[in-house]
């Protein structure tokens, strides 16, 4: 049985209370992958360990994701763990992708995030968590690599608290750190466990809790309960009372707070030496949500009336189109059941974009490989191939049962760059290849250049577009060539325009064609976008010619009048307009608002604005100041430095043009020894 958000009790069935769909997230290089392979392997879903630096995991098929030794797109698996259905995401590291986070974690019911035990909470941990907050996702936290030079829990559980705002509950304490790092001692049940690397770590050893650790396992252990019984009305009642606290009554209240979201559970191990992946699988199972757990899904019917969509297996058929992706050239939209039922060779109604359309074929997904599935229900997540129209972020539903989801949203490219194909015999081949890519990411865009004839491509960074290209080159077989990476800015205006007059005046067989109206424009802070206020009197123009005017300002906001970027942070006033009897038409006014808003940019001193960085490098010491002076010589403003072990973390903004080819420049001023990250943080005026 289960609660519905209004506490009312409902029936979940079995099937529904063993399915636990969950996502693996974290910063590049925690060892999120290793994290995934190590769970293919203790779940027999694989019989060989794939590692990432030799290329070889399982859930890293790419080609490039093998070569690069990062993730690039998201993996989708399924695997048993004691009688439970994990339907796993293992989601990008690299900010440039972060796309696949976002369409990921939209679908999940809970996530591991991936800490590294000696860097702690690092950028993209931070961006990662914050997508799962917005999606009000429960979580566990792993903290990774405890067997590395420097490695120390606290770090990541003090960061988790400092930079997360979130309240970590760690289940576990290492035995040993570093090089001496073998087993952990879980805290509800006082039992030590090592792992032996002659079975690669498949049979977790129960041994004698070591007489070191005994007084700290007893005070973490008390700090565990009382953090328990601070979120838990149930736990709190028998702790304030001195009743006895047993471990089940511990684990169904933690698993409580897990699902509120008011506690974190905190896991300890090495994916690289095969240390605690076990007990990571049982606190998913434990303490993760299944489908029917999760708060309830809400879309909007034909009539704009919102919708609660249950997890029911016998309701009527709602999925959302989460991901597009090519199998050997084949289209196939990943999907997420949220209610009822589906069998292949039926027909969907694609409630966002409208139309019918015919699924051939149900596949469960594994990394690279398919399953032929002839029916899906509620709480899973597939592949559908067949369907030629459904785009990221659609939902599909059973046909005569209209209900629109919340869309996933989309991120604004920040980089650009020209590209053309190498023999001109290969121009229609690029068009269509770059049309298959922009289907597969929101993130990336295309356009073609009238004046030079070549392609202008623009995604989130230069990773993510040198990434497209040579798929393009391998996958496509497309020969191309591109020119150098260009920033993707923004315009705005500074000073307002007033009574800025727009006017649309044709003579036509039938007569004259006629629209004009008169639009205040107004700078807005930073982050504000674009608004559009309607103050004229009710009646002097129609309902459908305001929508045209909004609509032809809103167009004309796509390109500004310096460099043709999308004009932002700015208020439009509708504030006149003349009617003529027999001439004006609703098409006359949106032209006329375009002209005017054009007008009105021209007169009120547009600005260029540029996307700003946030910039982590993290150094020895000793190379500190170099890196200092370099991100200065690059206009680059210096906000923090702290201590990380022997190393030390600088973190700052700088713009992005500036930081084209830094990582080489990096290398080189720290002998290869510094590392850095970077991600938008937002849109700033040109200096």
């Known amino acids: 049985m289960g609660k519905d958000d209004s506490g009312s009790t409902k029936t979940i069935s079995k099937r529904l209370r063993l399915i636990r769909n969950i996502g693996i997230m974290a910063h590049i290089d925690a060892g999120k992958t290793t994290v995934s392979e190590r769970i293919l392997y203790y779940t027999g879903i694989t019989h060989k360990i794939g590692e990432v630096h030799d290329g070889e995991a399982t859930m890293d098929f790419m080609d490039q994701e093998q070569e690069r030794g990062i993730t690039i797109t998201s993996a989708v698996t399924t695997c048993p763990w004691r009688g439970h259905d994990i339907h796993l995401i293992d989601t990008p590291g690299h900010v440039d992708f972060t796309i696949e986070v ?23 941990s931070e961006t990662v968590w914050r997508q799962a907050d917005k999606f009000r996702i429960p979580r566990l936290a792993f903290i990774n690599k405890l067997d590395r030079v420097g490695a120390d829990p606290t770090t990541a559980l003090q960061g988790i608290v400092q930079r997360l705002g979130a309240r970590p509950a760690a289940l576990q304490l290492p035995i040993g750190l570093e090089g001496r790092f073998q087993g952990v001692v879980d805290l509800l049940t006082r039992q030590a466990t090592v792992w032996r690397s002659e079975d690669l770590g498949a049979t977790p050893e129960p041994t004698t809790l070591p007489g070191d650790l005994v007084q700290a396992v007893e005070q973490a252990r008390e700090e565990l309960i009382e953090a328990i019984a601070d979120c838990d009305d149930e736990v709190a009642e028998v702790y304030l009372e001195a009743g006895e606290l047993t471990v089940e009554l511990l684990r169904a209240g933690l698993r409580r707070a897990t699902l509120a979201r008011k506690l974190v559970p905190v896991l300890m191990g090495s994916a690289l030496r095969n240390i605690g992946i076990q007990p990571l699988l049982d606190a998913i199972v434990d303490y993760l949500p299944n489908p029917a757990e999760v708060e309830a899904i809400v879309g909007h019917d034909h009539g704009g009336k919102e919708v609660t969509i249950s997890a029911d297996e016998k309701g009527p058929f709602v999925a959302l189109a989460f991901k597009i992706a090519r199998e050997e050239g084949r289209r196939q939209t990943f999907i997420r059941v949220y209610s009822g039922s589906f069998e292949a060779g039926g027909e969907v109604f694609n409630a966002t974009r409208g139309g019918k359309e015919r699924v051939a074929r149900i596949f469960q997904v594994h990394a690279d490989r398919r399953t032929r599935l002839e029916k899906v229900t509620a709480g899973h997540l597939v592949a ?12 599909l539903c059973q046909p005569g049962h209209h209900v629109v989801l919340e869309q996933i949203d989309a991120y604004e490219p920040v980089i650009s760059m020209a590209v053309e194909p190498e023999t001109q015999r290969e121009k229609d081949k690029l068009q269509e290849s770059l049309e298959k ?25 230069e990773l993510h577009l040198e990434v497209l290209m040579e798929r393009i080159r391998r996958e496509m077989g497309v020969g191309v060539r591109v020119g150098r990476p260009q920033v993707v800015c923004r315009e705005t205006i500074t000073r307002p325009a007033l009574g800025v007059v727009g006017e649309f005046q044709r003579q036509i067989d039938e007569g004259g064609l006629f629209g004009q109206v008169r639009l205040d424009l107004l ?8 608004r559009f206020v309607n103050q004229l009197p009710a009646g002097i123009l129609t309902a459908e010619i305001l929508r045209l005017i909004e609509e032809g300002v809103r167009e004309a906001s796509s390109s500004g009048v310096l460099e043709g970027f999308q004009v932002d942070d ?15 038409k609703p098409f006359a006014y949106k032209v006329a608002a375009v002209n005017a808003f054009r007008d009105g940019c021209r007169q009120a001193v547009p600005a260029l604005l540029e996307p700003l960085m946030a910039v982590e490098v993290v150094v020895p010491e000793e190379f500190m100041g170099d890196v200092i002076g370099d991100l200065q010589s690059r206009h680059g403003r210096v906000e ?11 973190s700052g903004v ?34």
């Open 102 to 124: 976002e369409r990921s974690l939209r679908v999940l019911d809970g996530a591991v995030a991936v800490f590294c035990g000696v860097a702690g909470v690092e950028p993209q």
């Open 384 to 395: 559908l191939a067949g369907l030629k129209h459904a785009r990221t972020g659609d939902t």
């Open 437 to 461: 890519l922009a289907d597969e990411d929101p993130t990336f865009r295309y356009g073609e250049d009238e004046s030079t004839g070549q392609y202008l491509i623009r995604g989130m960074g």
């Open 523 to 530: 700078p807005l802070s930073q982050g504000a976008g674009l």
């Open 570 to 584: 700015l208020e439009v006033r509708l504030t006149g307009a003349e009617w003529r009897d027999g001439e004006s």
């Open 640 to 650: 923090n430095i702290e201590p990380r072990g022997e190393l030390r973390v600088v």
């Open 654 to 687: 700088a713009a992005m043009r500036d930081l084209f080819g830094y990582s080489t420049r990096l290398r080189s001023i720290t002998q290869g020894r510094g590392t850095f990250t970077m991600q938008f943080a937002r849109f700033d005026r040109l200096a």
